[in-house]
């Protein structure tokens, strides 16, 4: 079974440059979450959906940061313009209603 | 804060013996909680999950106990083997708002010594 995919799974950027995380949740699942880990904070949540309907942002760290779901199956994540500390392993991830959380294999995204 | 938080950021186990990890949470209304596994270089992995109408479960090698009187859940990993070499979450999809959002400890390292 295919589980969540992303794309692209390393990316090195200059600073300033726009940057878009890509991820196809497991099919027939309603929620999809974005994360990001760093050594410092750990996993923190970024934003979540249900039904492509985002729910709660407050994780988004500032306006440089923004996601989407156009529908059940795509979302992005896109951090315009990039900088240096947002060099992180951004995981996108779903689950069906209020049940486990799959993750897929992360973003690895370098900004210099 | 946190809503969930591991008790030990690292654990040295000798292969083939058994591990504990072990993590306390806050809100008393949570009533699901899940064990993820992150290795080197990938996504957390789901390992096992228990609901509060239960005390304990088993899985393939492991074990997770739950003690809502003391808010408190462990991971028992049975004859632990160099596969076991990871970071392990426990996470708590409601948090501290009761909203739908999985929260995670900062997760222990488990390193198995040969």
């Known amino acids: 079974d295919a589980g969540v995919i992303q794309s692209p799974r390393h990316e090195v950027t200059e600073m300033g440059q726009e940057v878009t995380l890509r991820c196809k949740p497991i099919?027939?699942?309603?929620?999809l979450f974005w994360y990001r880990q760093t050594m410092m904070r750990g996993l923190e949540l970024l934003i979540y959906?249900?039904?492509?309907?985002?729910?709660?942002d407050s994780g988004m760290p500032e306006d440089r940061f923004s996601a989407k779901m156009p529908n059940a199956s795509f979302s992005t994540l896109k951090i315009q313009p990039s900088e240096p500390r947002d060099s992180a392993v951004y995981f996108c991830?779903?689950?069906?209603?209020?049940?486990?959380?799959?993750f897929g294999e992360g973003s690895w995204l370098t900004v210099v | 804060g946190e809503s969930v938080g591991l008790h030990l950021p690292t654990l040295s186990v000798q292969e083939g013996d058994n591990s504990i990890i072990n993590c306390a949470y806050s809100?008393?209304?949570?009533?699901?909680f899940i064990w993820y596994k992150q290795e080197s270089g990938k996504g957390p992995q789901f390992i096992i999950d228990i609901r509060s109408n239960m005390d304990k479960r088993q899985g393939q090698r492991v074990t997770v106990l739950l003690n809502k009187t003391v808010k408190h859940l462990s991971l028992q990993i049975a004859a632990t083997q160099p596969g076991d070499s990871a970071v392990y979450f426990c996470a708590d999809p409601h948090g501290r708002t009761n909203d739908y959002k999985l929260s995670f400890g900062a997760g222990t390292t488990v390193t198995v010594r040969a």
């Open positions: 809100n008393s209304a949570s009533d699901y």
């Open positions: 991830a779903s689950s069906l209603w209020r049940n486990t959380i799959y």
């Open positions: 959906f249900n039904n492509n309907v985002p729910i709660d």
């Open positions: 099919s027939g699942h309603d929620y």
